[in-house]
């Protein structure tokens, strides 16, 4: 069975910091994944996602993600957080078959401070 | 294009009570899913559509909970009867056709629930 865990439910970083979001999935298929964010009262919008391919994988608003098979991990990561990256954050990695549906991690809420 | 769109953004209701979610998924999107968020529990699928038949909905918490897509341009999600444990935000998404699994789902801004 598929699954995600999202290491660290709250992260705190200083505004010009590294931010680094983990992920971990466990899938007995090549997996697909995503990380979404979710701004306050607001719905999920899309980061970034890894399907085949390049590794590496560059999203919205200065944010990557390397998919590691050897470590089966799908870290999400920004060089310098901004105040407006405060957000919680959502690993997620869809199932295989042709359904759409997706398996969300728990969460990672990011504080950034001034 | 709007977006999905869900109504009411909010609503408060007395435990007991019929309480109606509505969705309308982005224009061409044949799938659509009913999650629920809570401190708690996190985010849950509740179900999932495609083509307007429902594919999975071992999420859905118990019978007090159902949901139709009765078109492609409309879905609802009911509680009957409403109980306060059902306080959550409840989201809808749609996925467009032929994207397989890999593909982008699109949330709605949500749907804001409270039962006194």
């Known amino acids: 069975a598929q699954s995600v865990t999202q290491l660290g439910s709250h992260v705190s970083v200083s505004e010009g910091a590294l931010v680094l979001l983990r992920c971990n999935y466990s899938?007995?298929?090549?997996?697909?994944l995503f990380w979404y964010v979710q701004y306050p009262n607001q719905g999920l919008q899309l980061l970034l996602k890894?399907?085949?391919?390049?590794?590496l994988v560059k999203g919205i608003n200065g944010f990557e993600a390397e998919f590691k098979k050897s470590e089966t991990s799908f870290h999400l990561t920004k060089p310098s957080a901004h105040m407006s990256d405060a957000a919680e954050y959502f690993c997620?990695?869809?199932?295989?078959?042709?359904?759409?549906?997706?398996?969300f991690g728990q969460g990672t809420t990011l504080q950034v401070k001034p | 294009d709007a977006g999905v769109i869900q109504s009411p953004r909010h609503e408060v209701t007395e435990m007991g009570q019929e309480v109606t979610l509505r969705c309308k998924p982005i224009?061409?999107?044949?799938?659509l899913f009913w999650y629920r968020q809570t401190m708690m529990r996190g985010l849950e699928l509740l179900i999932y559509?495609?083509?307007?038949?429902?594919?999975?909905d071992s999420g859905m918490p118990e019978d007090r909970f159902s949901a139709k897509m009765p078109n492609a341009s409309f879905s609802t999600l009911k509680i009957q009867p409403s109980e306060p444990r059902d306080s959550a935000v409840y989201f809808c998404?749609?996925?467009?056709?032929?994207?397989?699994?890999?593909?982008?789902?699109?949330f709605g801004p949500g749907t804001r629930l409270t039962v006194l």
């Open positions: 998404a749609s996925i467009r056709p032929g994207s397989g699994y890999y593909n982008e789902q699109f």
């Open positions: 890894y399907t085949t391919g390049a590794t």
């Open positions: 224009s061409g999107h044949n799938s």
């Open positions: 997620a990695v869809s199932l295989s078959g042709n359904t759409g549906k997706l398996i």
């Open positions: 899938s007995s298929v090549p997996p697909y």
């Open positions: 559509f495609n083509n307007n038949v429902p594919i999975d």
